[in-house]
Structure formats: C-alpha cells, structure tokens
C-alpha cells in the first residue's frame, strides 16, 4: 500500500486540560509495603508522560497529600486527577511544554468516570 501524503500536526504543541481516572490498585499490586506510595507517585507520572506526550511532569502538592493520606502501605484503588499541558516560560527550558497534575476529589468514588476535556478559563 502506497503511503499517504498527509501532513502529520504535531498535537503536542496545545495547550489542553483533561481530567482522568488512574487505576493505582493494578499499578501497585505485588510492590512490597514499604514502596507502594513511592510507586504509585511514579506511576501517576508515567501516565502523565504518555497521556500529554512531555517528559517534564509536575505533581501538585495536594495530589501527593492525597496518596499519601492513607500512609505508605493503603494506596487509594483509583484517584481522579486534571493533567493539564501547559506552556514552559523558562527560556532556559529544556521542553517547550510541561505537566502539571493535580488532585480532583471524588465524594463518590472515581470508578466509572470517564475522561475529560476541561475547558481552561
């Protein structure tokens, strides 16, 4: 099949919000006690990189109370948080952009939420 002659837009260079539900119970399951809560601040990172495509990832004070509340062993299951890219005004930057993650209480719970765009104002 011939290639197609589309020009290819780079979506990484918008400035978007987006609320998720990350599944920390699968990402934590089988780590030792001791290292639960350091994990799941890792892996709420690593979803950040592949869900905005920026390397540099920022977690907001309140998200890592948040993990943290329940100690180092009692991860929450699932957490809600808003990633939003946003513009690196550093000149000396490295990346044009970067993630900033933030917490989003759920008095419900996040089981069954669905993701989505939050228009910025």
Known sequence: MAPKNT?????????????????????????????????????VKEFAVKAMGTPDVRIDTGLNKALWARGVRNVPHRIRVRIARKRNDDEDAVHK??????FVPTPNGAKGLETVVVDDE
Request: hydrophobic share 35%.
């Open 7 to 43: 020009q290819k837009r780079s979506t990484l260079a918008d400035v978007v919000t987006r609320e998720y539900t990350i599944h920390l119970h699968k990402l934590v399951h089988g780590r030792s006690f001791k290292k639960r809560t350091p994990h799941a601040i890792k892996a």
């Open 97 to 102: 952009l970067y993630s900033y993650v933030t």
